[in-house]
Nanobody, 113 residues
């Protein structure tokens, strides 16, 4: 059973930074692509960044140049470094192995103006 534990969220002022972490278990982490998603109140969950098993990355246009996804296969952990945060980045952030239908509890990110 896949388990995902997200952490690192919090309240930050616009322009600030946060680093999210997601520890995964129950799967062969190193061979799976991973994604970070977010869901703002009243909006659909969206994919904001993904990283392949070999480290290739993709970003939503809204976060390109501000967010960086990375992974540590030795720790079964994927990270999301978020810089230059904006109020519109406020959401619950989730990680998920690409192709799986498993979700963690998410971590709340709130950006004040």
């Amino acid at each position: 059973q896949v388990q995902l534990v997200e952490s690192g969220g919090g309240l930050v002022q616009a322009g600030g930074s946060l680093r999210l972490s997601c520890a995964a278990s129950g799967l062969r982490f190193s061979i799976n692509g991973m994604g970070w998603y977010r869901q703002a109140p009243g909006k659909q969950r969206e994919l904001v960044a993904s990283i392949s098993s070999v480290g290739s990355t993709n970003y939503a246009d809204s976060v390109k140049g501000r967010f960086t996804i990375s992974r540590d296969n030795a720790k079964n952990t994927v990270y999301l470094q978020m810089n230059s945060l904006k109020p519109e980045d406020t959401a619950v952030y989730y990680c998920r192995p690409l192709g799986y239908n498993s979700w963690g509890q998410g971590t709340q990110v709130t950006v004040s103006s």
